[in-house]
């Protein structure tokens, strides 16, 4: 179903109207998590100056350690609605469990399935049948094969409303978080009709790394980047050290083409 073989037209994928396809390349940006009302609403700010057409925003946080700030939840959810109703954003967030896709389609405009889910098989049905657009992101040790199967689990239950995220893999480099696999973009481009988009945060897990991974993205033909931004990292509940900061705006904005924008 999102083999290219089958569908030679390169699709176009639209969030609360925006549009993210061959034709554009969409800028996502927002905090990794949503931690307060006023901390979502200075970060969609931040993403609009950027240009950002999509907000971005975790209420329900996959983390590695159970002691690590878990999300807000349906609160959370509540926030970046009314950040919506305030800026008229578009919001993505992560779904992390099958049980809650219902509620979080309730309030989200894209669901996120995240890395650590890519082969959640339950969690890709469900979304696949929850009627709004998917952001799958790359499992961190998936081949591009399995990444699109499992796409390919969501369009099985009649959603081809999906955009692939890719996000970086493990390798043995300890550098970077982990290895942002640039060629993944035109070969997943090259084999499914799908949109792809990186995230250049996710991957680096380092500020100082974002925008030139999101320049290589955008060099390589990526349909959009999702960014972490967030007004004060340095007290972020969640991975502060790879949120942009106010003055790497316009860079940014530059990179992805929106600097027109930038006020
Ligand atoms: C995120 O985007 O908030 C996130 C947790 O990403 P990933 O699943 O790529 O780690």
């Not at 994928?13 to 993210?20: E, T």
């Not at 509540?78 to 919506?84: E, F, G, P, Y």
């Not at 060629?183 to 790394?209: F, K, N, Y």
Request: net charge negative.
């Amino acid at each position: 179903l999102i083999s290219r073989e089958h569908h030679p037209d390169r699709s176009t994928v639209h969030v609360g109207g925006v549009p993210i396809g061959p034709d554009t390349v969409t800028l996502i940006a927002g905090p990794c998590a949503v931690e307060t009302h006023e901390q979502t609403l200075a970060a969609a700010h931040m993403a609009q100056a950027a240009g950002a057409t999509v907000l971005r925003g975790g209420a329900y946080k996959p983390r590695t350690s159970p002691y690590a700030f878990q999300g807000l939840g349906e609160a959370g959810l509540k926030i970046l609605a009314d950040v919506r109703e305030e800026t008229g954003l578009p919001i993505v967030t992560e779904v992390v469990s099958a049980d809650d896709v219902d509620t979080v389609a309730a309030y989200a405009d894209m669901l996120q399935v995240g890395t650590r889910n890519m082969q959640n098989f339950p969690l890709l049905q469900a979304v696949g049948r929850a009627g709004k657009p998917v952001m799958l992101k790359r499992g961190m040790s998936a081949t591009i094969e399995e990444w699109l199967m499992a796409a390919e689990y969501i369009a099985q239950r009649g959603n081809l409303d999906i955009v692939l995220c890719e996000r970086g893999i493990r390798t043995f480099e300890k550098a970077t978080r982990n290895t942002l696999d640039i060629a993944a973009v035109p070969v997943a481009q090259r084999l499914s009709h799908l949109p792809v988009i990186i995230d250049p945060s996710h991957s680096g897990g380092r500020r100082d790394l974002v925008l030139p991974l999101t320049k290589a993205a955008i060099a390589v033909g990526a349909d959009g980047v999702i960014v972490d931004v967030h007004p004060h990292p340095e007290t972020a509940l969640c991975d502060g050290p790879q949120a942009l900061i106010t003055s790497d705006l316009p860079e940014l904005a530059e990179a992805v083409g929106t600097l027109t924008e930038v006020t």
